[in-house]
């Protein structure tokens, strides 16, 4: 969906952040149908390459909603975290990975990753309300896509913390609510891609009412 609106409303999408949301959905697809197609468990190196994809996406996507973030922010001092924390995390991803895969499940990177990036979406709530805007906070095409990312990683948390644990009928039971925060995270990205990029400002409204009372 957030795909098929960039590319109508492609001339109002030229914003660095809405480029990268796309570009994210579009590898989210590919590596998908990737993975799906790696379903030979009797396979040790379909399994292995399976999770090789499972791992470079958790890095990539963490990679992409960190930068999204970042942009989105002002204060030095966010910045700086994430600049800091983001390099840490993404070697014991990969180190871990090529290392100790037989001591560590797949799912405490993704966990670690969803802290981390609802930490970050936490920083940018916390600079709009603690700064004067003469615009509404959901006019910003920001909101939705740091709504879009919030939500799908709070929503996903608990389901992918005991992923390990979920046999394959679990797994069919319970993907649902995968399945339903990606939707929502979608709607919010194509809410982001849809809206203009310039917001309306209190004082647009304000200037012809003021030059009345001068009249």
């Known amino acids: 969906m957030p795909l098929l609106f960039f590319f ?7 914003e660095k952040i809405i480029r990268v949301i796309v570009f ?30 499972f791992n470079l996406f958790t890095l990539l996507e963490y990679l992409l909603f960190s930068l999204v973030i970042y942009w989105t922010l002002s204060k030095k001092v966010f910045r700086q975290l994430i600049l800091l924390i983001s390099p840490v995390f993404s070697l014991l991803l990969i180190i871990g990975f090529f290392f100790f895969r037989k001591y560590y499940s797949d799912s405490i990177f993704i966990i670690i990753e969803y802290i981390l990036i609802i930490l970050f979406t936490l920083f940018y709530f916390f600079e709009e309300i603690n700064q004067p805007n003469t615009t509404f906070i959901y006019s910003s095409y920001k909101f939705w896509v740091i709504v879009g990312i919030l939500t799908y990683s709070t929503g996903t948390f608990f389901f992918f913390m005991y992923l390990e644990k979920l046999s394959n009928e679990d797994w069919d039971r319970w993907s649902i609510i995968n399945y339903i925060f990606i939707w929502i995270k979608n709607t919010a990205f194509t809410i982001a891609i849809i809206m203009p990029k310039k917001t309306n400002k209190f004082d647009d409204f304000e200037k012809p009412f003021s030059r009345q009372l001068i009249v």
């Open 24 to 53: 994210y959905c579009f590898y989210s697809f590919c590596n998908d149908l990737a993975i799906n197609r790696l379903t030979d468990a009797n396979n040790p190196l379909t399994i292995y390459l399976s999770g090789a994809l």
């Open 8 to 14: 109508i409303f492609f001339k109002r999408n030229n």
